[in-house]
């Protein structure tokens, strides 16, 4: 049997999608996958056993300029590379009108959530088969309900597994570091700066190195500013996605912000802690073993704002530097209490 994949972005919806292939090459001898994805996170698929070929789209690049999308080439090429071979089923695994519309151009029947179900309830038009899947759930549960129902199998029990094979990324052995995903999208995830430093600062008392990924020029400006004067920490170099996963999947432990690479650190089984605070982890926090979500408990958290609309009080500006310390929600995940988890997980895995 071979299925055709549809689930472009983003790097954790990517990652999330990983169990339930797992589970489908278990419960259904022979199966196959093939996987349309985004450009920039065609890398991560490939990484799985029983995915063959990973197709590329450019969404995001192609809305910009869609004449030269279609003077180049890059559409009708797309269009031939999901027709060349048969497919006995499409699975929508995005649920937008977007990734549904993609479904058009592939001669099989399609699956994907109803309109109840569905992140965009239109694109359950583009289905011959409406899934139903409660809401509610943690996303990697979602996506591995979906699958179990379009193909047919029981869902086994338990904690997903992402089946990657870690010999195709040729992963060097252990070593005594950990490393800060400090990078995030919307401003109000980001953990103040001042922490991260004062956490490096920890670190290196313990004689822990710290390995600080980044990528784009913002974010290597803020590692180099962490890692200034503070001789165990290091700042890498400009990594691909396969370079960021072989650090990571050598390092002790990971702390990470609401980013798409502490999935990837999940997905890699590295112990990581993720702090939140504008964000819910209930729904998409990182899934897997020794994944530890610390939650802001502050007044107005999880707000799920893009712009931290806070008003401080009196008490706030006298015990906090706005300055340092913004957003305010982080402040009930400051260092010390990170450094106190993060050694805690430390020591859980050193009598593993």
């Keep these: 049997m071979r299925v055709l994949i549809i689930k472009t972005s983003s790097l954790g919806d990517v990652i999330h999608t990983l169990p339930a292939i797992t589970d489908a090459a278990q419960a259904i001898p022979g199966i196959r996958f093939d996987w349309v994805v985004e450009e920039g996170f065609a890398e991560i698929p490939s990484w799985h056993p029983a995915v063959d070929q990973v197709i590329p789209v450019a969404i995001r690049r192609w809305r910009k300029n869609i004449w030269q999308t279609i003077k180049s080439g890059e559409w009708k090429a797309f269009k031939q590379r999901v027709r060349e071979r048969k497919y006995d089923l499409v699975i929508d695994a995005q649920g937008l009108v977007k990734s549904a519309w993609l479904t ?3 001669k099989a029947p399609v699956a994907g959530l109803d309109r109840y179900s569905a992140r965009e309830g239109w694109a359950s038009r583009f289905y011959d088969r409406r899934l139903s899947v409660a809401v509610g759930q943690h996303a990697v549960e979602r996506v591995r309900q979906l699958f179990a129902l379009a193909l047919a199998y029981d869902l086994p029990e338990g904690l997903g597994d992402y089946g990657l094979d ?6 060097p052995p252990a070593a005594p570091y950990v490393v800060f ?11 103040p700066e001042a922490y991260w430093r004062e956490l490096a600062e920890r670190m290196g008392r313990r004689n822990l190195q710290v390995m600080l ?10 590692a180099e500013r962490i890692a200034q004067g503070l001789g165990n920490c290091q700042v890498l170099p400009k990594l691909n996605l396969a370079g960021v996963a072989r650090v990571l999947a050598a390092a002790k432990a990971c702390v990470a912000v609401d980013t798409g690479l502490g999935h990837l650190a999940a997905a890699l089984d590295v112990p990581t802690i993720s702090l939140f605070g504008p964000t819910n982890p209930g729904l998409t926090g990182a899934y897997g073993r020794a994944q530890i979500h610390q939650a802001s408990n502050f007044p107005c958290a999880p707000c799920l704002q893009k712009k931290c609309t806070y008003k401080p009080s009196a008490e706030d500006l006298r015990r906090f530097d706005l300055k340092r310390e913004w957003p305010l929600c982080f402040t009930r995940l400051n260092p010390e209490h990170v450094a106190g988890r993060l050694s805690a997980l430390l020591l859980a895995e050193d009598v593993r």
């Design 166 to 171: 870690l010999n195709r990324l040729q992963l």
């Design 213 to 222: 990924p980044w990528g784009n020029p913002a974010e290597k400006a803020r």
């Design 104 to 106: 058009r151009y592939v």
């Design 181 to 191: 995903l400090h990078g995030t999208t919307w401003a109000t995830k980001h953990w």
